[in-house]
């Protein structure tokens, strides 16, 4: 369970969040979205609930077991085997090794006593191995890894050799292992979930959707997909941006979304009805104030329309939403960027081999393949943020590259919304930069607020805002459209349309692919190029 007392949560000098008294709580049953625009304070107050940081002012009383799965994965030590890593939730991989070294004791000792109280403690070992399901865990960590799309190859593999969105999934695994019916399992763990869905397929997010309905403890969830939402939630925390703000619904998503609507047209008809009492108050106090002998009616009557107006509820103001327009692209080329032979292997493991690819001024490309085939990293090695193995890119005239890297590998997290754009533009005037990420709804003393501390969809904002400053002629894109809200999503795929420029993109949302129009695809991990057709939009969901 986790109860909030009297919460506050800030980013820098901006109140994002107040709750007074313990309005911020969950229990066992609780099945709650996380809702509100961009920048409202969604992804900061989760991880305050997860004990990942502090708030401004209030207390957070956690009890019994939580799983916390944060927008960025944990990175931490990459040598170790995914499997391992899964395993982990339950403290296995360490009992594991040190049977192993029990039972390599066992066969070396000549000592009968030594031998005797190794084997001991390998039966102390075995036995609280068994407890926590040892036996049939690793095939039940199996089972999650592959209803999430990851085989049994990708978990044989260390942590280092895995795309991003492997290694969220691999940590998505890891907390639902903990937090399963299986044996050893405690299906009474609070989840923490921030946009579990990321880097997910559709058969993977049915599988998710199911866990999550059937989870017996604590859930709260931040998702931009409405229809997890709609079949998971019992319960809305709607995070005011404006107000700063938590409004609590204990109702289903389709009813809160009911109940929104409802009340915005109350909110409207109220403040219609109260203006126009308020109008003629005015207006017949504009009559009487003329006359000396009637001024103290007419600043009475004055008084009474203010005070009417005030007494209804504000209209919602309706969220801003950045402006987002890709760059005019910078004169090149016919052929700006060419690639010839690529190949990555990370030691003997083979990524992708021989692969060729020319991106023409102009041209729009689609890069399609499983989970671990090396889209993310064919995009790298375009950017040049990596190194192939093989092979080597042949930059064209005039070539500019824009790079969207999906878990914004680009921004510094320790600098400022200010030190990124600048680093992003060293040549542009303060003024035209102030201007820019005013367009992408930055401003003010969010200006100097860390990288590091904004939302996954405020991230993705400042990163696009660097590719606008870029002038750039090829823009590769990683994943735009994870994190944000619906509105701002409709931007980006609005700039995808207008873009005069090339782009390489990759993607799990068919309407990003559907906005770019794009004329070829290139198949990984073989590398081979295609005409694009509507058909590709199914293997897009699938991949």
């Given at each position: 369970m986790i109860t909030a007392t009297d919460l506050e949560v800030r980013a820098g000098v901006r109140t994002l969040l107040t709750a007074p008294g313990p309005a911020l709580r969950v229990q066992s049953g609780d099945r709650i979205g996380l809702v509100g625009r961009n920048g409202a304070g969604k992804t900061t107050t989760l991880r305050i609930l997860a004990g990942e940081g502090e708030p401004y002012a209030g207390m957070v009383i956690r009890s019994g077991d939580?799983?916390?799965?944060?927008?960025?994965?944990?990175?931490?030590n990459l040598d170790v085997l995914a499997r391992d890593r899964v395993l982990s939730a339950r403290g296995l991989d360490k009992l594991l090794r040190d049977m192993e070294k029990q039972q390599a004791l066992m066969a070396e000792v000549v000592d009968e006593s030594e031998r005797d109280k190794a084997i001991r403690k390998y039966g102390r070992l075995e036995?609280?191995?068994?407890?926590?399901?040892?036996?049939?865990?690793?095939?039940?960590?199996a089972r999650i890894c592959s209803s999430l799309g990851l085989p049994d190859r990708v978990l044989a593999q260390e942590l280092r050799t895995l795309s991003g969105?492997?290694?969220?999934?691999?940590?998505l695994a890891r907390i639902l292992f903990a937090a399963s019916d299986g044996s050893?399992?405690?299906?009474?763990?609070?989840?923490?979930?921030?946009?579990?869905?990321?880097?997910?397929?559709?058969?993977?997010?049915t599988w998710l959707r199911g866990f999550l309905q059937n989870h017996d403890g604590g859930l709260i969830i931040i998702s931009h997909d409405v229809e997890l939402l709609g079949d998971v939630v019992n319960k809305v925390w709607f995070l005011d941006a404006v107000r700063g703000e938590a409004d609590i619904y204990n109702m289903t998503w389709q009813k809160y979304l009911d109940a929104r609507a409802t009340d915005e047209q109350r909110r409207r008809r109220e403040r219609?009805?109260?203006?126009?009492?308020?109008?003629?108050?005015?207006?017949?106090?504009?009559?009487?104030g003329a006359k000396a002998t009637k001024a103290v009616a007419a600043q009475n009557m004055l008084k009474r329309?203010?005070?009417?107006?005030?007494?209804?509820?504000?209209?919602?103001?309706?969220?801003r939403v950045a402006r987002i327009r890709?760059?005019?692209?910078?004169?090149?080329?016919?052929?700006p960027l060419m690639a010839k032979n690529l190949t990555k292997l990370y030691g003997s493991l083979e990524i992708f081999t021989g692969v060729d690819l020319a991106i023409d001024r102009g041209s729009r490309v689609v890069i399609l393949g499983l989970n671990g085939a090396g889209k993310t990293?064919?995009?790298?090695?375009?950017?040049?943020?990596?190194?192939?193995?093989?092979?080597e890119l042949e930059p064209g005239h005039g070539l500019k590259v824009g790079y969207f890297a999906q878990e914004h590998d680009t921004l510094d997290d320790t600098a400022t919304v200010w030190e990124n754009i600048r680093h992003a533009a060293p040549d542009a005037g303060e003024q035209n930069l102030r201007s820019l990420l005013g367009a992408f709804m930055f401003s003010g003393p969010q200006l100097e607020q860390p990288a590091g501390t904004l939302s996954g969809g405020e991230k993705t904002r400042l990163a696009l805002a660097g590719l606008v400053s870029s002038a750039a002629n090829v823009l590769l894109l990683d994943e735009p459209t994870n994190n944000l809200d619906p509105i701002s999503r409709e931007q980006v795929l609005d700039a995808l349309r207008s873009y005069a420029g090339a782009v390489v993109l990759v993607t799990h949302d068919p309407g990003a692919a559907e906005a770019l129009n794009p004329e070829r695809v290139i198949l990984l991990p073989d590398g081979t190029e295609d005409h694009w057709s509507k058909e590709y939009l199914e293997l897009i969901q699938l991949a």
């Open positions: 939580l799983g916390y799965l944060p927008q960025d994965p944990r990175e931490g036995e609280r191995f068994s407890s926590l399901g040892g036996y049939v865990a690793e095939s039940e960590a969105g492997q290694r969220r999934r691999i940590e050893g399992g405690k299906s009474d763990t609070v989840l923490l979930l921030d946009e579990p869905t990321n880097h997910l397929d559709a058969d993977s997010i219609a009805n109260a203006e126009k009492k308020a109008s003629a108050l005015k207006q017949q106090a504009a009559k009487m329309a203010e005070r009417m107006m005030s007494e209804v509820d504000d209209i919602r103001v309706a969220d890709f760059p005019e692209p910078a004169a090149c080329g016919k052929t990293t064919l995009l790298r090695l375009l950017a040049g943020v990596e190194v192939p193995t093989a092979g």
